[in-house]
């Protein structure tokens, strides 16, 4: 029989959890959302909570339920191809394409913006990122101290700092909430616009990625049965839940209550720049600079090293580790340049087509000790996801894209026969009436070969 953990155990890999999930990128989402929902800020911050925390300990639990030992495997039951490509969009996505070159970005936001002038800030980005990605590279080639020496002193200090920043938003608020007007779709729909909010974090489908290196570390803690593995992540998900949790409402109500005493931002890198400027003057923001640099740093270099590994292990006879590493970081570098605001605006069209993917498979996995990973299950679930999720990848265009004749058309169609679409959610009753069809034929076959 399994041994249980301890306590101490289930806090250590607890830590380890939020360790993966909490990057510096992880900042600016509550906190700009925040200042946008105003008055509406706790609806949108329970959504915010439900995909930026609970869906990626799921994916974390359900990858241990369903037995899988990477990616591939987990989603290898719908179709060999679709578990590459998958795969591949995946690690692309919360790699050299949107969440990498967003370190960057987000450091120099947070850090060197204020200092330089509006006329400079196009060649101070290009030259922070040469230098962020140049230690990046050097560091990808020989990680492992780096990320022990940061994991070990810089990550804690990180969090001192923002606690420090936190506590002084509570005991000196800079405004209200309350008196500050919602906007956009904070008016009608927090809690949905909260829940689509969280989908920035990309921690749901880095879940999906990394949930071998949490099972793995639970296992030489000597749990092996897939039952046990999960109810230890679980217990072990709650120690992350709650230190992310806390983190999230509490960066979330720091931007609600920001409009008293600062303007208002473009993205959460400059509000946090200026609450940090508000409360401790220069030093403090110099300070802030310094920590998010390393703690985005430290991200920077575990997503290298994680999608280099993979893709050479994916497709063994193409490029070496190191000749991957180089690509990413060259793309992440080119990519960084456009700006924080442009990669967050390109990135929401993919996260709106991936996460219903990474949703679905979330939640079949999970299922996976009743349905036994049967194909036709799977096949079902994720052909009609994709098909739903299809026309909210275009709903999330930009409005100057999506004027164009076709894409009027296929919107208007979405709207007609998606429910939910109006929303983001237009894939939910395709995914679910996919999975009753599949679920149907499957029980019809076992039947007729009774």
Known sequence: MDKKLNFQANLLIGSLLFGLFFGAGNLIFPVHMGQLAGANTLPATIGFLITGVGLPVLGVIASALSRSESLYDMAEPVNKKYSVLFTCALYLTIGPLFAIPRTATVAFEVGLADFIGADYLRIGLLVYSLIFFSLTLYFSFKPGRILDWIGKYLTPIFLVLLSVLIIATFISPMGEASQFAPQGKYVARPLFKGILDGYHTMDA??????????????????????????????????????????????????????????????????????????????????????????????????????????????????????????????????????????????????????????????????????????????????????????????????????????????????????????????????????????????????????
């Open 205 to 450: 489908l880095a879940s999906l990625a990394f949930a071998i290196v949490i099972i793995s570390n639970i296992e030489k803690l000597g749990v092996h049965d897939p039952k046990r593995k999960a109810v230890e992540t679980l217990k072990s998900g709650v120690v992350c839940l709650l230190g992310m949790g806390i983190i999230y409402a509490s960066l979330a109500y720091m931007g609600a209550t920001s409009l008293g005493s600062v303007k208002s931002g473009a993205n959460g890198g400059i509000i946090l720049s200026m609450v940090s400027a508000h409360y401790f003057g220069f030093v403090g923001q110099i300070l802030l600079a310094a920590i998010v640099f390393f703690a985005c740093l430290k991200t920077a270099i575990g997503l290298i090293t994680s999608c280099a590994q993979m893709f050479s292990e994916l497709f063994p006879r193409s490029i070496s580790y190191n000749n991957y590493a180089v690509v990413f970081t060259l793309v992440s570098f080119v990519i960084a340049n456009f700006g924080l605001d442009t990669i967050i605006q390109l990135s929401v069209p993919v996260l709106m087509f991936l996460y219903p993917l990474a949703i679905t498979l979330i939640i079949l996995s999970l299922l996976s000790p009743l349905i036994h990973k049967q194909k036709i299950v799977y096949r079902w679930t994720t052909g009609l996801t994709i098909f739903a999720a299809f026309f909210d990848f275009i709903n999330a265009f930009p409005d100057s894209v999506k004027e164009n004749a076709v894409m009027i058309k296929l919107i208007n169609f979405a709207e007609t026969y998606l429910p939910g679409f109006a929303d983001g959610f237009g894939w939910v009753v395709p995914a679910l009436v996919g999975f009753m069809v599949g679920l149907i034929i499957w029980k019809v076959r076992e039947k007729s070969l009774n």
